[in-house]
Each structure stands twice: as structure tokens, then as C-alpha cells.
């Protein structure tokens, strides 16, 4: 993957569609006079470069002079985002409410008092009708100020009315605020550490989480109080490795959606993450008829106009569809089937590298390599990990881990002896230093040094032996990431019986959904 380029410009050139490149050229011509020949040469320049290098741009543009081009990058900038501003975009309603707080606040300007106050009062109910309480908030705090500057007589009582309307909002944004930033560091703490690890993280978690939960009455919540109340549990849930705690609050975040439909447009990047959540869920759970439902569910999102309002929606749609149909695949037990998705996948994050985060990434290679990894083929699995392994990065310390841990099981199954006994070590300390040794992740290791000295005819007993040992301790919640990371079950099972380990995973499947159907 490309380097990321930390050019703002650049990044903002480059995420332009061919409409919102025509519009701005059309712009600068109704709207600019011959100064801006530059800006107009450094936007084709910009455009046609596959990654910014400023010494081959000023080489290639003679016109333009090292010491002009940071102020012409600059009106640049300014002259896009203020083309994008123009296209008319009927689904955005933040757009359009700060247009109707625009307009409200040039007619005050006028002098038109009364027309401004008409403005405030539809935009306050457009407002109430789409959950947009911070625009509620400007709204009226518009009109206390005219009110207080200037007799208007709009009404009887309208500073207590004004004062109670505003005392109502500033306590549903309180709770919004306090709901938002639990929601958001709880998966803040995700993002850096993974699920719980021990004792010591359960109780730190929980200690966060009831400090930090507001007492709320939940009848009297909207939708944007629910969304994050619903959030916070399910990363509560989830860093705890509570599944079905996980499940009950993702389903209710996507049940929300489908009270207020209208919300799955305005807010559609929360619902999309809602949708990934609840389908990962299921996956956890086993549950495939679920799984593939609420899949079919996401793709038809997929296809919609909501779902394709933006690129931003289109990336996360991408994102999330596509982990989705690799978990398919893990679930089924058609690895090799699988790895058809990757070419698309690769070209995917290449024409996205700008817009995504680096934990999306190193998610897409592990899942990836674990496909490599399931259908037999150790080598590109390696070739993955090591996409991770050598990626420095300060998050998920959880992936990192078990990049590691498989890295050296597929070297392990290689046969690759003279590398283990330095991989055995390297990743031990690893895991150590990062607090991520669970009872399974040690009797891995000590199967993998015993295996050096046990003869063939001792390895598939010593296979079983661990098999039986882990197969204890899938109950234990503390236990359980190691195998929601890496199926070692599913593995120790191909071993023993000399089969691939998607043939042991297509069978566990099949009795799965004959039992159900019993």
C-alpha cells in the first residue's frame, strides 16, 4: 500500500469526482479573471499526479514560482470548497440548515427583524423533524439575541417561552455529549487494546463505564441520546467479550434506524457501522442465518441511494460489506473460494489509501492472510502478516499480536525449522511486553518448542493433547479473543486428521445447519 501523502491539497484534488472537477472549473471561470490562470494550471497538474512531489510539479510548471506557490495552494483550496459549497446537495441537512441560519442572519442584517425570526422559526422545526438539536440551539439563541436588542412583539411571553425552549435543549445536548464521548472512548480503548485482557483490564474497563454512564430515563431520550447510549453498551459488551450483551445493543442500535428511516440518510455512515457491528455479532455467535440475512440487508443498503450518497459512504460500505463477505467465507469454510475477493479488495484500498485508516488496513490484511492461511497457501498468508508485522503502528495491539502468532504457525507448517526457534522468542517477548498472553496463547507455545524434538509417530498424540487443553478453556471470557482472532481448534483438528483446515471448517458448518434444521 502507498505511502500516505500528508499534502491537504492534494488529498482534496485527488477525492474529487468528474462532476465536482467540471463544476469548479466552471466556477472559476464565471467567478475569476486572469490572475487565477495559475490556480487553474496547478489544479490539472495536481490532478494528473499519482502521488505529490513538489520538485517535479515546479519543474514540469515553469509559470509558477517556488515562493508564489504556497499562497496560490492556499486559493486553491479556498476557490474547491467553495465550488462544492454551490452543488446543490438536497440529502445533506446540515448543508441546508446552516443556509437557512445564513440567510436568517443577512436578513437580520437588513434590518428585517420579523423575516429573520420567520426564518429561525421553520428552520427550528426542520431541525426538531431531522434530531438536529445543535441547529435547535443556534436557533434560538438567534432569537433571544434579537429579541433582546429589538422590540419585535412577535409574541406574548416570549422570553420565558424562549427560556424554557433553550433550558429543554441544552439538557438533551448535555446528555448527547455525555453519551458521545463514553461511546467514543470506549472505542477509543478497542481501537488501542483490543478485547480485555485480564483481570486487571475487566476491572478498569468497568470502573470507566459506570463513572462515566449518566442517569438518563430512557423514555425520555431522542434518537441521537438512544444511538450513543446503544453504543456505549455495545463497546462495553464487546471490549468485555460479552457476545450476547454485543448482540442485544447492536440490534437495538439498528433497530433505532428502522423507527426513524429517514435517519439511515442523514446519519448513514452510523447506521452502516451499525449494520457491521450487528452482522459481526452473528458471526461471534455462530449464528449464520442471521449473518446472511442481515448481509442481504446491507446489500441492498449498498445499492440504494442512501448508501450511495457520497464517497465517504461508498468507502464505508466498501469497507464493511466486504469484511462481511470474508466472514462469510470463515464461516462457511470456503477459503479458497474467498480469496477471489482479494484482487478486487487490493485495488480497492489502492484507489482508496487517502481515505482510510490504518486499523481498517491492518483488519483487511490479517482477514486476508487468514484466508491465505485456511486454504493452504502459507506463503502469501506470510506475505500479509508481514504487511502488519512490518507496518509501524500504535494501535490494536490485539491484531499485531496474533499477526505474529500466525506468522509463525504458517512458518511452523512450512517447516521452515532454522527460522522458528528465533520466531518462537521474538514473538513470545512481543506478546508479552504487550500484556496479550492468555493460558492459550502459552500452550501454543510449548507445543511449538516440544514439537522440535518429537518424532512423527509422537507429534499427532501431542496435536490432540493441546486440542484437549484449549478446547477447556473456550468458556472462559478471557480466553475466548484468542480464538475469535485465530480458529487454533480448527487447526489443531487438520492436523490431526491430515486434512486442510477449510475442509475441518466446511464440515463443522454443515453439521452446524443440519443440527439447527433437526
Given amino acids: 500500500m502507498p505511502n500516505r501523502n500528508t499534502d491537504t491539497l492534494f488529498q482534496l484534488v485527488k477525492s474529487l469526482e468528474k462532476g465536482e472537477k467540471r463544476n469548479f472549473k466552471l466556477y472559476v471561470q464565471r467567478n475569476s479573471g486572469n490572475e487565477d490562470l495559475k490556480v487553474v494550471q496547478l489544479f490539472d497538474a495536481l490532478d494528473k499526479m499519482d502521488e505529490y512531489n513538489e520538485e517535479q510539479l515546479l519543474k514540469k510548471n515553469k509559470e509558477i514560482k517556488k515562493q508564489q506557490l504556497s499562497n496560490i495552494k492556499a486559493h486553491l483550496y479556498k476557490l474547491i470548497l467553495a465550488s462544492l459549497r454551490l452543488i446543490e446537495d438536497k440529502n445533506n441537512i446540515d448543508i441546508l440548515l446552516h443556509e437557512q441560519l445564513d440567510f436568517a442572519r443577512i436578513l437580520y442584517n437588513k434590518g428585517l427583524y420579523h423575516q429573520s425570526l420567520k426564518v429561525l422559526d421553520k428552520l427550528k422545526e426542520t431541525a426538531r423533524q431531522h434530531k438536529q438539536v445543535t441547529f435547535q440551539l443556534q436557533a434560538v439563541f438567534f432569537e433571544k439575541k434579537i429579541e433582546a436588542l429589538h422590540i419585535t412583539r412577535s409574541m406574548e411571553n416570549r422570553a420565558e417561552q424562549l427560556s424554557k425552549e433553550s433550558d429543554g435543549i441544552n439538557s438533551h445536548l448535555t446528555i448527547i455529549n455525555k453519551l458521545s464521548s463514553l461511546a467514543l472512548e470506549l472505542y477509543s480503548w478497542y481501537i488501542k487494546h483490543g478485547h480485555a485482557r485480564d483481570d486487571k483490564d475487566v476491572h478498569a474497563v468497568k470502573s470507566f463505564f459506570e463513572s462515566n454512564l449518566p442517569v438518563v430515563n430512557k423514555n425520555d431520550l431522542g434518537f441521537y441520546e438512544r444511538l450513543y447510549l446503544y453504543q456505549s453498551y455495545c463497546w462495553y459488551g464487546f471490549i468485555l467479550q460479552d457476545l450476547l450483551a454485543y448482540y442485544r445493543n447492536t440490534q437495538k442500535w439498528v433497530d433505532l434506524f428502522d423507527e426513524l428511516p429517514a435517519m439511515k440518510t442523514i446519519e448513514a455512515g452510523q447506521y452502516i457501522r451499525g449494520l457491521h457491528n450487528l452482522i459481526s455479532a452473528h458471526f461471534n455467535l455462530n449464528n449464520y442465518e442471521k449473518f446472511d440475512e442481515t448481509v442481504k440487508r446491507f446489500e441492498n443498503f449498498a445499492s440504494s441511494e442512501a448508501g450511495t450518497i457520497n464517497i465517504n459512504v461508498k468507502i464505508q460500505v466498501f469497507v464493511y460489506l466486504h469484511i462481511a463477505k470474508i466472514n462469510k467465507h ?43 492461511f485456511g486454504s493452504g497457501n502459507n506463503e502469501k498468508a506470510i ?38 526457534e528465533y520466531l518462537i522468542k521474538s514473538v513470545y517477548r512481543f506478546m508479552a511486553k504487550m500484556n496479550n498472553l492468555s493460558t492459550a496463547e502459552e500452550e501454543v507455545f510449548k507445543f511449538i518448542r516440544k514439537s522440535f524434538s518429537l518424532s512423527p509417530q509422537k507429534l499427532t498424540p501431542a496435536f490432540k493433547s493441546l486440542k484437549e487443553k484449549l478446547e477447556k478453556l473456550q468458556g472462559n471470557p478471557l480466553e475466548s479473543r484468542s480464538f475469535m482472532y485465530l480458529d487454533i481448534i480448527a487447526w489443531l483438528e487438520s492436523k490431526i486428521r491430515k486434512v486442510p483446515v477449510q475442509d475441518v471448517r466446511k464440515e463443522i458448518f454443515m453439521q452446524s445447519r443440519r443440527r439447527k434444521k433437526d
Fill in 383 to 420: 506475505d500479509y502478516l508481514n504487511k502488519i508485522i512490518n507496518w509501524k503502528v500504535d494501535l490494536r495491539t490485539d491484531l499485531q499480536c496474533y499477526a505474529r502468532l500466525l506468522h509463525l504457525i504458517a512458518h511452523f507448517e512450512l517447516g521452515n525449522y532454522n527460522l522458528l
Fill in 330 to 372: 470463515f464461516l462457511e469454510g470456503t477459503f479458497t473460494e474467498g480469496l477471489q475477493l482479494v484482487p478486487y479488495i487490493e485495488v480497492k484500498l489502492d484507489e482508496y489509501y487517502l481515505h482510510l485508516d490504518r486499523h481498517r488496513v491492518l483488519v483487511f490484511y490479517y482477514k486476508i492472510a487468514c484466508l491465505y
